[in-house]
C-alpha cells in the first residue's frame, strides 16, 4: 500500500502525502505541511480515502481541529481502523425485541390497561375552538 505505483520515477501529489502521513504513522501531521506538498490537499486527501477504502477500508486518514491562540490548525494522520462497536443502544433494543418479541418502552403499550377500560377511552372529541 505504501510503495508507490507510478513507474515513471516522479510521485504524484497524492503519493507525496501518503508517503508523508505514513512516515509517522499514527501521528498528528500540521496542514502546512501537507499544503507545502499541495495546496489543493484536501481533494488528495479525499482520493487517498478513496483509495484507502478500495483496499479494504482497514485504514483512515482522520483529521482534527483546534484553535490555538486564535488560530485554527488542523492535522491529519493515518491509522488503523478500529472495530465497530456491536454494542451500541440500537443493537441492545434490537436484541430485547428478538428475546421478548415485543418493543421496549411506550410504543409496545401506548394506552394503559385502566385506561382502555373506560368508556370514553376510543370516543373522539373535536377540539375546543381557538380564541
Not at 7 to 13: A, D, H, K, L, M
Not at 50 to 57: H, W
Not at 90 to 114: C, D, I, M, T, Y
Amino acid at each position: 500500500m505504501g510503495q508507490s505505483n507510478n513507474t515513471s520515477g516522479f510521485e504524484t501529489q497524492a503519493e507525496k502525502i501518503e508517503n508523508l502521513l505514513r512516515s509517522g504513522y499514527g501521528q498528528w501531521v500540521p496542514a502546512y505541511e501537507l499544503s507545502d506538498l499541495a495546496l489543493q490537499y484536501c481533494a488528495r486527501i479525499n482520493s487517498i480515502r478513496k483509495k484507502l477504502r478500495a483496499a479494504g477500508d482497514t485504514e483512515e486518514i482522520e483529521n482534527k481541529t483546534e484553535w490555538v491562540n486564535g488560530q485554527c490548525r488542523g492535522s491529519y494522520r493515518i491509522r488503523r481502523k478500529e472495530p465497530a462497536k456491536t454494542d451500541s443502544r440500537h443493537s441492545r433494543a434490537e436484541q430485547f425485541e428478538r428475546e421478548h418479541n415485543v418493543r421496549p418502552g411506550w410504543q409496545s403499550r401506548p394506552l394503559s390497561e385502566k385506561r382502555m377500560a373506560q368508556d370514553d377511552c376510543f370516543t373522539l372529541t373535536p377540539p375546543e375552538p381557538r380564541r
